[in-house]
């Protein structure tokens, strides 16, 4: 990404979720067209009932004997 950032293949990023977090790729900060925020992209309230409520359909869903919509795999 950075160096499709660097040759204008990507022209602007705005980024909230990191590889290695809380660690980041410190070239990030040298390309002015990267906006970085500390994961915090889904800082509101509308975005948090959702995720909660997103939550509780997944355990419905379970419970119903049904597949968990966000099923994590390994």
């Given at each position: ?8 293949q990507i022209a602007a990023a705005g980024l ?37 409520l997103r939550g509780l359909d997944n355990i419905a869903a379970v419970l119903d004997g ?9």
């Amino acid at each position: 990404m950075i160096d499709a950032l660097r040759s204008g293949q990507i022209a602007a990023a705005g980024l909230d979720v990191f590889h290695d977090e809380p660690h980041f790729d410190k070239r990030f900060l040298e390309l002015p067209q990267v906006f970085l925020t500390p994961h915090s992209g889904s800082a509101t309230m509308q975005t948090r009932n959702d995720l909660g409520l997103r939550g509780l359909d997944n355990i419905a869903a379970v419970l119903d004997g049904k597949p968990a919509i966000d099923a994590l795999t390994s």
